[in-house]
């Protein structure tokens, strides 16, 4: 049994965080700042959101304002069945409840920041806390970090979607990761006035700049496949497309495979268990060393972090994510990919298409092996084509997905008076 936390952001040891630095940019003061209550997710597990949410929770020490966290995603209980995970979640909100009443009852008038969950129980969670947060005169900020709300509230019964529609309503305003992402709202006007948008950005200091990357001739051609290996992020997608490039082309491959195997109920086609995707992906390793020996090599990490996460992604010629996840919202390791200067693959979807631009940055393709295969092949036979497209990544992500740029615009939401919607912050 792990006890949740609630982090007060004025204690001097943050272990939650000690493994994001921020540089030491000049930090905007403003006249009011008020109390704050930042309610989200902090690793582990580490994933997109809670990276995203460690980076605020750092920003708001640095900054030093006024401010508790309460983080919702430690259990109290520990659940390797996925049938059980959503009751056991139920009573992880129902233990997390009393923290949160406690705090906004300790400094009413202040601002309370919440990150939505797209689980119909996170949903449950979400109205209790805007709800009660109204009635202590707070301020409500909510920031959606996925790309499927819209389909969380239509599996809702009526007068629960009716009641999340009302809490929402009250929010100043929404946080969308991207215009792409509006449609999520379309069909509730009075939550789509309510939106704005922040783009994600880099949760670690960016490397030191090296450069776009060169393909040279004789020289292994490098991929990375940086996610967790559930059926919808196109992890076997990607074995399938190294395997037609072993047989189109003499090149030496090097694929780097770093995630943990993950299960999304009702979501798997392919495999029957986790068990049967390990051994599959086993097999499939195995095959592709007998057919072409050391010329192919895969390489799996189980978890990357720190050093190790950005080696990989400096050495990476390609970042490919052939993803459907049902939850993608932007991203986050695409974002990582360009400021590496990774050549970025992956499909329309979603906001993926804000980091992989067409002859900017990488390719837009559907999550088909045999066309990932031939639009990685067009690349990596016209070198000076993918050195450009590299040198691109690296300009798009200074120019609109630091960390800086990032934090800048949530200060401003959240502790600044403008508060227009339809707008696109920085």
Aim: overall charge positive; some cysteine.
């Amino acid at each position: 049994m792990t006890a949740n936390r609630m982090v007060h952001l004025h204690w001097t040891h943050m272990e939650e965080t000690k493994n994001v630095k921020l540089d030491q940019h000049h930090a905007p003061t403003f006249d009011r700042p008020g109390h704050f209550i930042l309610v989200g997710p902090l690793p582990p597990p580490v994933n997109g959101h809670t990276l995203a949410f460690q980076l605020l929770v750092r920003e708001w020490t640095r900054r030093q304002l006024p401010a508790q966290v309460i983080d919702y995603s430690r259990t109290f209980f520990d659940c390797s069945s996925s049938l059980a995970r959503p009751v056991i979640r139920v009573i992880d909100y129902f233990f997390l409840f009393p923290s949160f009443l406690a705090a906004i009852r300790n400094a009413p008038g202040g601002t309370l920041y919440l990150t939505l969950n797209q689980a119909p129980s996170g949903v449950i969670r979400d109205i209790l806390f805007i709800e009660l947060a109204r009635r202590y005169k707070y301020r409500v900020i909510a920031h959606l970090h996925g790309g499927c709300y819209d389909q969380v509230l239509a599996s809702l019964p009526r007068w629960v979607r009716t009641r999340a529609i009302r809490a929402l309503s009250h929010c100043e305003p929404i946080i969308l990761l991207s215009n792409r992402l509006r449609t999520m709202l379309r069909t509730f006007p009075t939550l789509t006035e309510r939106a704005v948008v922040v783009p994600n950005g880099l949760p670690f200091d960016p490397p030191p700049d090296r450069g776009p990357k060169t393909l040279s001739q004789g020289q292994p051609v490098k991929f990375l496949y940086l996610s967790h290996f559930t059926e919808s992020k196109g992890w076997w997608e990607v074995l399938e497309t190294i395997e037609i490039l072993a047989r189109s082309r003499p090149w030496s491959l090097h694929l780097t495979m770093c995630g943990k195997f993950f299960r999304t109920p009702g979501e798997e086609r392919r495999f029957a268990s986790l068990e049967e995707a390990r051994q599959a992906f086993q097999d499939f390793r195995q095959r592709l060393s007998q057919q072409f020996g050391d010329r192919v090599q895969v390489t799996w990490h189980p978890m990357v972090q720190g050093q190790t996460k950005e080696q990989v992604l400096r050495e990476a010629h390609f970042l490919l994510l052939p993803t459907r996840y049902p939850n993608e919202g932007q991203p986050l390791v695409l974002i990582e990919g360009l400021a590496f200067g990774c050549v970025l693959l992956g499909p329309d979807y979603r906001a993926l298409g804000d980091m992989i631009r067409p002859g900017e940055s990488g390719c837009l393709v559907p999550p088909d092996p045999a066309a990932m295969a031939a639009s990685l092949i067009s690349l990596i036979d016209r070198p000076e084509e993918y050195h450009r497209l590299s040198r691109g990544a690296l300009s798009l992500f200074h120019r609109e997905f630091s960390a800086r740029r990032h934090l800048d615009a949530m200060v401003q939401i959240l502790v600044g008076e403008d508060r227009t919607s339809d707008r696109t912050f920085p």
